[in-house]
């Protein structure tokens, strides 16, 4: 270290690395107190610590929630982001804190999320802050806080020369090296201080009272918060400059130079109270975390209402108005490209008042796709780094997002695999159109969503076209999958995942495998989103697998004896996984917990009585084709009286079943045989 | 070094007050002195909409609330009046027994916060006010109750901006930090005791003062 470290007026390293953690640190304190998405209250300490953040903290052995001695909670992935685009510490840090007031004349749907931007380092290129405004409507913003953060070199400022000639008595122009050790001291001290009062400061000012009250309101208003950092000064209007107030933080001294903290803010705020607001159901608030809508598919169809960003919007707006419609709508037009995934058409605003999760992801990836910025889409999904599902599925749609997928459609996408097709066809099938008796409130959404779904005509493939014009022996398992998928997303965290069909399902029908996340209510597998887009081709293979597995289950009994997946078993192992489900299956209830289970037992047993007779019923299975009541299930999970139309509609998928049985196997009668046995087990 | 001393505005409360008013400005006091790993913890006061920060240390609380409780156990047998509560921060040395006492140890006080609270009962002094409206006396002595709530929520506002100037403006005098612990210094809460009279803190400055000499002997 050279004896007079400031000869080059740059920093000794050690201070160089408190300066650029200070920068750090006072960012996180800012934005932890006005972007819902970074006040995460998930994350652990641990956590936190224990994830690598780059730059110059990452070389240090102190994790970066330890700097200053102060501890907070979350976001590094927005520190991440701030790491990889600030260039020195020379340049400014400036946040400006964005007050969005949204047109309550816009259409929900098709408000884009994201208003988080991180503006290119070096300022020429400015990414609107807006989305098209034909897509959004109205959307005003205004700044009710500005915080600049900067560190002023000797060398570079008149306050330099004042070094030299001031009488300062806590710095001097040259410090030996030996000094070091005691201006760090000194330096670190005094900024610890500093940063206490910033964060008490932070929370003193009127958009933290505002904050407050977006982030823990469950209801939808107009006014949303958002956050933009910059590393220049963009000076204020003259309008703007004379309605704020300023407080500058007394500047620390380092050796080479001064660490410099001021806010401007607005001392009155709009009161939001006073707002017109929507309250949000509490049925969109069961469903979130874990819901369909976290899943990576199911977001696709959630996409177009930007008002899914509300509070916890990782794209830093929350309290905003719901851009979502509060019923699904034909907007969900186009998903070729995507999985079709029922659970995913959730209405918009189901996803507001969740926690930071996926709400936004759908709005800041059509955001990041108009601005055409992965840089946005990046920073915009750090915040969910951290979190769980939402960031990587979010991080791929936002660079890569088509339009059409982005407003995704309400029908069944018509997955390349015909096999998918077809189960999201039952899929369909499987959910009436009407709920009834939900058993959580977010799932009427749900049902909703379907309905819209089912009678979009924006895709061909409607539920009944894809049962009719698909008829396969696909029948039992896919009915049973569907089944017990729907019952699975319509299921809440402690039930869902006990279904056993779910377990096929989960890697074979994104439906499933969503819905196996709705069950997650509080945090689900991160894992599970690692790869959103790779379901589409994962599921073909998982699929695939699945084949080759042993019966592992009896949804994989059902894909494989109904040809779903086309690997030759042998018709006895087929009939012996049958008969396996049937005998282990339990008897009917009407409480939710066993209520798949049930109903497959259900149908199992007043099938098979009617598989023997099936020359009987054949004609009145094509008499009275339901596929959407054959289900029995609502949405909602609760096993509703079967009709008629809904044996049949079972007669017919069963015995299609059974044809494919029989085309495969050995002789009619030994599965006949079979069948007979088991019915005479479980009817005794 | 100097002991820094800071007298903040005086607050009128109600004694109902107190506790909300005290835990706030001690607190965010003490959180700007915590040099220690600190895991801040948000508090709403529970009368006012203000959010101040806690060090997260129990002890601290427990301390906080017991001087917090002597303090209004000595507002009830004096009410009306006008008194202060002493937050001090000091550091420990080691002293040659003088002539007068043969303490080893003296407190070297670096830097003090005088709490100024004005207690006042709405009851004894709202009577005048009631008179006046005879016919809802209940109706004006809320919103006078409620002008009088939101008044005092400013002042405590400016009184939290105050703590923060004032911790950012003098720094020089903060004594290096030795421990590892949250509360990086010793600290001292000093309350009206009831055998003393109204103005009976002079009581305790002028023991302190005996105990620890002049500031400057001791830089």
Same mark, same amino acid.
């Given at each position: 270290m050279?004896? =007079? ?23 996180? @304190? ?17 956590h936190? /610590? ?22 907070l ?17 020379l ?28 503006r290119?380092?070096? #300022? ?20 009710i ?35 070091i ?5 000194k ?6 201080? &500093? ?10 000012l ?5 904050f407050?009250?977006?982030? =823990? ?11 933009? @950092? ?6 204020f ?5 004379? *309605?704020?107030?300023?407080f500058s ?46 899943d ?8 177009p209402?930007?008002?899914?960003? %509300? ?7 929350h ?9 699904p709508?034909?907007t ?6 995507v999985?079709?995934?029922p659970?995913v ?15 936004? @992801?759908?709005?800041? /990836? ?24 939402p960031?990587?599925?979010?991080h ?14 309400? /029908?069944?996408v ?20 009407s709920?009834s008796?939900?058993?959580?409130p977010?799932?009427?959404?749900q ?24 008829? +396969?022996?696909?029948?039992?398992? +896919? ?18 995942g006990?279904?056993? #069909? ?14 196996s ?9 991160d ?31 059902n ?13 006895? /192992? ?18 939710l917990?066993?209520?798949?289970r ?12 009617? @598989?023997?007779?099936?020359?009987? &019923?054949?004609?009145?299975v094509?008499? =009275? *084709? ?10 909602? #999970?609760?096993p509703?009286? %079967?009709t008629?139309a ?5 007669? %017919? ?29 479980? =009817?005794? | 070094?100097?002991?820094?001393? $800071? ?8 004694p ?28 709403? $006061? ?10 997260g240390?129990?002890e ?25 509560? $002493? ?26 916060w ?10 004894t002094?709202?009577?005048?006010h009631n008179?006046k ?29 105050q ?5 950012n ?5 903060i004594?290096?930090?030795t ?18 009279s ?22």
């Amino acid at each position: 270290m050279a004896s =007079s470290p400031c000869n080059s007026y740059s920093e000794p390293p050690i201070i160089e690395q408190v300066i650029t953690e200070f920068f750090a640190k006072s960012l996180h @304190i800012i934005l932890e107190s006005r972007s819902p998405f970074v006040s995460s209250r998930n994350y652990s300490l641990d956590h936190f /610590a224990s994830s690598p953040s780059s730059s110059s903290s990452s070389s240090s052995s102190r994790p970066r929630d330890k700097w200053f001695n102060l501890a907070l909670r979350g976001c590094p992935a927005a520190l991440e982001n701030f790491d990889l685009w600030r260039q020195s510490n020379l340049e400014p840090l400036v946040v400006d804190v964005l007050l969005v007031r949204q047109s309550s004349t816009m259409d929900m749907t098709r408000l884009s999320p994201g208003r988080c931007l991180l503006r290119n380092p070096s #300022g020429k290129d400015k990414f609107p802050m807006s989305p098209r405004q034909d897509e959004l409507g109205t959307r005003s913003e205004k700044i009710i806080e500005r915080w600049i953060v900067q560190y002023e070199s000797r060398k570079n400022s008149n306050f330099g020369k004042e070094m030299y000639l001031g009488s300062r008595k806590s710095s001097g122009v040259s410090h030996h090296s030996s000094e070091i050790p005691t201006l760090y001291k000194k330096t670190y001290k005094r900024t610890t201080v &500093m940063l206490r009062s910033l964060y008490l400061f932070v929370r003193l000012l009127p958009a933290y009272k505002l904050f407050r009250e977006l982030n =823990s309101s469950g209801r939808i208003r107009p006014l949303s918060l958002s956050h933009r @950092i910059n590393f220049f000064i963009e000076p204020f209007t003259q309008a703007e400059d004379a *309605e704020m107030n300023q407080f500058s933080f007394v500047p620390i001294d380092t050796p080479c130079g001064r660490l410099c903290l001021c806010v401007s803010y607005l001392p009155i705020l709009e009161d939001v109270s006073s707002e017109p607001s929507t309250p949000l159901s509490t049925q969109f608030i069961m469903d979130y975390v874990g819901s369909p809508t976290t899943d990576p598919f199911k977001r696709f169809q959630s996409l177009p209402s930007a008002g899914l960003a %509300r509070r916890h919007s990782w794209s830093n707006d929350h309290g905003g108005m719901p851009s979502g419609s509060p019923s699904p709508s034909p907007t969900y037009s186009d998903s070729q490209a995507v999985h079709y995934n029922p659970t995913v058409h959730l209405p918009p605003h189901h996803l507001h008042d969740q926690p930071r999760s996926a709400i936004s @992801i759908p709005r800041n /990836a059509l955001a990041a796709r108009k601005k055409n910025t992965s840089f946005e889409d990046y920073l915009s999904s750090f915040p969910f780094s951290a979190a769980s599902s939402p960031f990587t599925p979010t991080h791929f749609y936002g660079g890569h997002l088509p339009n059409s997928l982005l407003r995704s459609g309400s /029908a069944p996408v018509s997955i390349p695999s015909s096999r998918h097709g077809r189960n999201c066809g039952l899929l369909d099938q499987a959910l009436p159109p009407s709920s009834s008796k939900p058993t959580r409130p977010g799932y009427s959404s749900q049902t909703d969503l379907l309905r819209a779904q089912n009678t979009s005509a924006s895709r061909t493939s409607s539920p009944e076209g894809k049962l009719q014009t698909k008829k +396969d022996p696909l029948s039992l398992g +896919d009915f049973q999958t569907g089944i017990s998928s729907a019952k699975a997303f319509s299921f809440g965290k402690d039930e869902a995942g006990t279904l056993p #069909g779910l377990k096929c399902s989960s890697t074979c029908i994104p439906l499933s495998r969503s819905s196996s996340r709705l069950s997650l209510l509080d945090g689900f597998d991160d894992s599970e989103f690692d790869y959103p887009f790779a379901d589409d081709e994962d599921t073909t293979e998982s699929c695939n697998r699945l084949e080759l597995s042993e019966g592992k289950d009896q949804v994989s009994l059902n894909l494989e004896t109904r040809g779903l997946v086309p690997v030759p078993r042998s018709p006895d /192992a087929v009939v012996g996984a049958l008969v396996r489900m049937l005998n282990t299956a339990p008897p009917l209830r009407q409480d939710l917990s066993n209520s798949v289970r049930s109903s497959q037992v259900f149908r199992d047993e007043s099938w098979i009585p009617r @598989i023997q007779h099936k020359e009987d &019923m054949e004609a009145e299975v094509e008499k =009275s *084709e339901s596929p959407v009541s054959s289900s029995g299930i609502t949405a909602s #999970g609760l096993p509703k009286p %079967r009709t008629t139309a809904d044996a049949l509609a079972e007669l %017919r998928s069963y015995k299609e079943m059974k044809e494919l049985l029989v085309k495969q196997g050995g002789s009619q009668s030994s599965d006949d045989n079979c069948k007979d046995k088991s019915a005479d087990r479980d =009817s005794s | 070094m100097n002991c820094e001393t $800071c007298q903040l505005k005086e607050l009128v409360v109600e004694p109902l007050e107190i506790r909300d008013v005290l835990r706030c400005i001690l607190h965010t006091i003490v959180f700007h002195r915590a040099l220690g790993l600190v895991r801040p913890k948000d508090v709403d $006061c529970e009368l006012f909409e203000i959010t101040y920060v806690q060090c997260g240390d129990a002890e601290l609380e427990r301390k906080i609330d017991e001087k917090i409780d002597l303090f209004i156990g000595w507002v009830e047998k004096h009410p009306n009046k006008k008194s202060q509560v $002493c937050l001090s921060f000091y550091e420990v040395r080691n002293k040659q027994a003088t002539w007068m006492f043969s303490n080893k140890t003296e407190r070297l006080y670096w830097e003090q916060w005088y709490i100024n609270l004005h207690v006042i009962n709405t009851k004894t002094h709202g009577k005048s006010h009631n008179s006046k409206a005879p016919i809802n006396p209940g109706d004006n002595a809320l919103e006078e109750s409620s002008s009088r709530r939101a008044s005092l929520e400013s002042a405590l506002h400016e009184v939290l901006f105050q703590i923060i100037k004032f911790v950012n403006e003098k720094k020089d005098h903060i004594p290096s930090v030795t421990n590892s612990e949250v509360i990086s210094f010793p600290y001292e809460i000093t309350t009206p005791s009831s055998s003393d009279s109204s103005f009976g803190w002079h009581t305790d400055v002028l023991k302190r003062m005996l105990q620890t000499g002049h500031p400057s002997m001791l830089s």
